[in-house]
């Protein structure tokens, strides 16, 4: 039991930005901002739509965001697209945004989620730099 709260301290901990206020001297925390991707998957060669979501991935993680990558969600090509849907919203759920690849559009799965995302009042973005607007206040 102390070893899952560790665990899940430790986590709470790399999931945080930890600044200092140079006016208050206090000490503040602020959560990442967790993003999930959503993009055509089905149909498309494998090394193609892992390279597309990778490199969001990386584009994303490198200012600041954690993210929810439905390739890495769903960790089998051999996945069902019942299967990998049903994993994925389970994620994209506790996701604060949504991150729309280009190809979302020709994709009956990214259409889901873009309409559950718009549904439960999560944001959704084409812009990476709107994404950063969002939370930059």
Same mark, same amino acid.
């Given at each position: 039991?102390? %070893?899952?709260?560790?665990?899940?301290?430790?986590?709470?901990?790399?999931? #945080?930005?930890?600044?200092?206020? /140079?006016?208050?001297?206090?000490?503040?925390?602020?959560?990442? /901002? /967790?993003? =999930?991707? #959503?993009?055509?998957? @089905?149909?498309? *060669?494998?090394?193609?739509? =892992?390279? /597309? $979501?990778?490199?969001? !991935? @990386?584009?994303? %993680?490198?200012?600041? $965001?954690?993210?929810?990558? *439905? +390739?890495?969600?769903?960790?089998? #090509? !051999?996945?069902?697209?019942?299967?990998?849907?049903?994993?994925?919203?389970? %994620?994209?759920?506790?996701?604060?945004?949504? =991150?729309?690849? *280009?190809?979302? @559009?020709?994709?009956?799965?990214?259409? +889901?989620?873009?309409?559950? #995302?718009?549904?439960?009042?999560? *944001?959704?973005? @084409?812009?990476? $730099?709107?994404?950063?607007? !969002?939370?930059?206040?």
């Amino acid at each position: 039991d102390s %070893e899952q709260k560790n665990r899940s301290r430790q986590k709470a901990i790399e999931l #945080a930005e930890i600044h200092r206020n /140079k006016k208050t001297n206090q000490i503040c925390i602020k959560m990442k /901002k /967790k993003i =999930y991707i #959503a993009g055509k998957v @089905t149909g498309l *060669p494998q090394d193609e739509v =892992y390279a /597309k $979501f990778a490199d969001m !991935q @990386t584009n994303l %993680e490198s200012v600041g $965001f954690e993210v929810i990558n *439905p +390739i890495e969600v769903v960790n089998n #090509a !051999q996945s069902t697209w019942l299967e990998a849907m049903k994993l994925c919203i389970k %994620e994209l759920v506790t996701c604060d945004a949504v =991150y729309l690849l *280009p190809c979302h @559009t020709n994709s009956r799965g990214a259409i +889901i989620e873009k309409q559950l #995302a718009d549904n439960l009042g999560i *944001p959704c973005h @084409t812009n990476v $730099f709107e994404l950063i607007d !969002q939370w930059s206040n």
